[in-house]
């Protein structure tokens, strides 16, 4: 589903992600785990067209799209959620999901899977995004990359910030998610609790390199926690 060979990756001169190998099989959830600026940011950034990448290869579902520009990857099937959410405050819920919609080239009613997701969010549809609570803007966020049906859907770092019960949710979304098997997940995160009960598969990053690799069900959550702390 995607391959990431070799990675570098570049703002101006310095130099953050080094080699970056990682790789996503169809259906599985993953996560890049690892401390604050370490780059899990930029190489999701990376995988969008965002950051300069000047060596390496990203194949998704079988092509090549290193040269492409975002909107390509986006229309090709990768759904992004970036950190701080990113949703438009002065429009209204139905507003930003018809967006996530549009973006993607898409058109039409919002599917009710999305409301069987995040019923919250069918109860708010004409409330401005901005003011939804941090978690609800969340769930909106993650609703709108769905909208498009995204073959591959990325997050960074869904629950910082969130109260518990949201994550709860977020984790359960994630699960079902997975259950159904029709989307690949690929997940920045520093939560390893959360990691543990929605991953497959693990990826830890430190400068800007992968550093170790594993079964979710076989990780020693002491070893990782060591390598997370500050
Ligand atoms: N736009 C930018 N220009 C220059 N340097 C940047 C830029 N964005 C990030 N960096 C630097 O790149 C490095 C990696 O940042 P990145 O945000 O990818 O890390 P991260 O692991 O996602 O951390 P966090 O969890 O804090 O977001 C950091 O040293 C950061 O200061």
């Known amino acids: 589903m995607l391959s990431v060979k070799n990675l570098t990756a570049c703002y101006g001169e310095s130099t953050i992600l080094d080699q970056v190998n990682l790789a996503v099989a169809p259906g599985q959830v993953v996560c890049l785990l690892g401390r604050n600026g370490v780059g899990k940011s930029t190489f999701l950034k990376s995988l969008m067209g965002l950051v300069n990448t000047p060596q390496g290869s990203i194949v998704f579902d079988g092509r090549e799209m290193i040269g492409d ?9 990768i ?5 701080g959410r990113d949703i438009f405050p002065q429009l209204t819920v139905a507003e930003n999901l018809q967006l996530g919609l549009g973006m993607a080239g898409g058109k039409g009613a919002i599917s009710d899977k999305i409301f069987s997701l995040f019923p919250v969010l069918k109860t708010m549809l004409a409330r401005k995004g901005g003011d939804l609570s941090g978690g609800q803007q ?27 019960s949201v994550i709860k949710d977020i984790g359960s979304v994630i699960k079902q998610l997975r259950q159904e098997g029709n989307i690949t997940i690929l997940i920045v995160e520093q939560y390893l609790e959360f990691i543990m009960t929605v991953a497959d598969y693990y990826y830890v990053m430190e ?6 690799e594993g079964l979710t069900k076989e990780i020693n959550p002491e070893e990782i926690q060591k390598r997370m702390a500050v």
């Open 138 to 164: 969340q769930q909106l966020a993650i609703a709108r990359a769905l909208v498009s049906k995204p073959k591959l859907l990325i997050l960074d770092e869904p629950t910082e910030g969130i109260q518990p």
């Open 69 to 77: 520009p975002t909107y390509r990857r986006a229309r090709r099937g």
């Open 207 to 212: 400068k800007g390199q992968i550093v170790a």
């Open 79 to 83: 759904g992004y959620v970036p950190q």
